[in-house]
């Protein structure tokens, strides 16, 4: 990938983004990258690279005048959530499998090469959905699967928590999920806390959906239980904002689902990261409360809506989100030894990508060394 006006390599020290890190995107000025076997084996300035040996006999694309970036990973897609009341029988693989693949397709066509989807339903069908998720999975190797879990209410909550228990074995010995993302509301944490002491006893990753104000209760669940990513604050005041920044979490944010459901004005993200908060941008995909899947227009939100700077939400959508969905040691920039998933954008300045709201600026995709989406004019050989 040859002379890029801008190439944003998002390079820099190991690990999440936090604070005033979220601003330097690595940007490189007429930039290169050369890529061998899936995998970029070189990045720099054009007249550095193009004189490498190995260069010499490479297929060229050019990029001049254009953005070129690492490719977005949408986190947290709920892609295979079951309704509370669905029946194990109601729940067809070929049209769950179907629906979940279209709109993985086009995701990427706005540019998210790696995703994260989120597959849950009550205890009698968790394992089913589950499997299905892992169906997706096996096709696409830049998939993650959490597992999305509810506390269980109801008088039968013995009978369908010694269910729960069986399905940890399951879900484990058959690696369906690398995460659980468990959704409550802040008057359930004392149900939530017995529950996260039994997903760490069977080694899941964490994360939280708190459907709530951010107080205490959350600020202890994050430290007791090693929470990645926290999802769904509904109000966080400056207060909180300070506390919750010096804690090792990264704090997602979708503005799509703000808008709908939403006031983003009752999130002190400013104060968050301005205190060395870490933060992840995402679509916010539902397909019933919020069916967005482009993470280009969460960007644009984020900088016109929650006070974000456009290189905080690059960063967020790309290097944090990476490790929120845990390949941040093989995705997110552009580095040697990290896979070669870039995108072009028909841009010639980054900061114009929040600026032109509402288009896909996606001119073309190379994920894994394949060119996967060409709409540039140019020639070249995809996979």
């Known amino acids: 990938m040859r002379g890029a006006r801008q190439l944003l390599t998002l390079r820099g020290s190991t690990g999440i983004r936090r604070g005033a890190a979220l601003n330097d995107l690595g940007v490189i000025e007429d930039g290169s ?17 193009e004189n490498l040996s190995e260069a010499r006999g490479a297929l060229e694309i050019r990029a001049h005048g254009r953005v070129v970036m690492p490719g977005l990973i949408d986190s947290g897609m709920r892609l295979l959530v079951a309704e509370p009341d669905a ?11 179907q629906e979940a693949a279209t709109v993985l397709r086009q995701s990427l066509y706005y540019g998210t090469t790696r995703a994260e989807i989120q597959a849950g339903a009550m205890p009698e069908n968790e394992i089913r959905t589950l499997r ?4 997706i999975r096996r096709l696409r190797e830049e998939i993650v699967c959490t597992w999305l879990m509810r506390p269980l209410e109801g008088t039968d909550s013995g009978e369908r928590a010694a269910l729960r228990e069986q399905n940890f074995q399951q879900a484990m010995k058959k690696k369906y999920a690398r995460f659980v993302d468990l959704d409550i509301v802040p008057s359930q944490w004392p149900q939530a806390s017995l529950l996260l002491k039994m997903i760490a006893q069977y080694g899941f990753r964490r994360k939280l959906t708190w459907r709530g104000a951010a107080d205490g209760n959350l600020a202890v669940m994050i430290q007791r239980f090693g929470i990645r990513t926290v999802s769904q604050i509904q109000s966080l005041s400056e207060q909180w904002a300070i506390e919750l920044a010096r804690l090792p979490f990264l704090l997602f944010l979708s503005p799509g689902t703000e808008c709908l459901e939403g006031d983003s004005s009752l999130l002190k993200v400013r104060a968050f990261i301005s205190s060395g908060g870490g933060i992840v941008l995402g679509s916010g995909y539902d397909p019933v409360k919020s069916p967005v899947i482009n993470v280009q227009s969460a960007i644009a939100l984020a900088v016109f809506r929650m006070g974000l700077t456009p290189e905080e939400a690059i960063s967020a959508a790309t290097i944090n989100a990476a490790y929120s969905a845990g390949c941040g040691s093989s995705a997110g ?13 028909n841009l010639s300045d980054y900061r114009d990508l929040p600026r032109h709201f509402g288009m896909n600026h996606t001119g073309m995709i190379i994920r894994g060394g394949n060119v996967v989406f060409n709409r540039t004019g140019m020639k070249v050989a995809t996979a």
């Open 33 to 49: 990258v050369l890529i061998r076997d899936g995998v970029i084996s070189a990045i720099g300035p054009t007249r550095r690279i």
């Open 87 to 97: 029946k194990p029988k109601s729940i067809s693989v070929a049209k769950t499998l």
């Open 132 to 135: 299905h998720a892992s169906k």
């Open 333 to 345: 920039s552009l580095e040697i030894g990290k896979a070669a998933d870039l995108l072009m954008l």
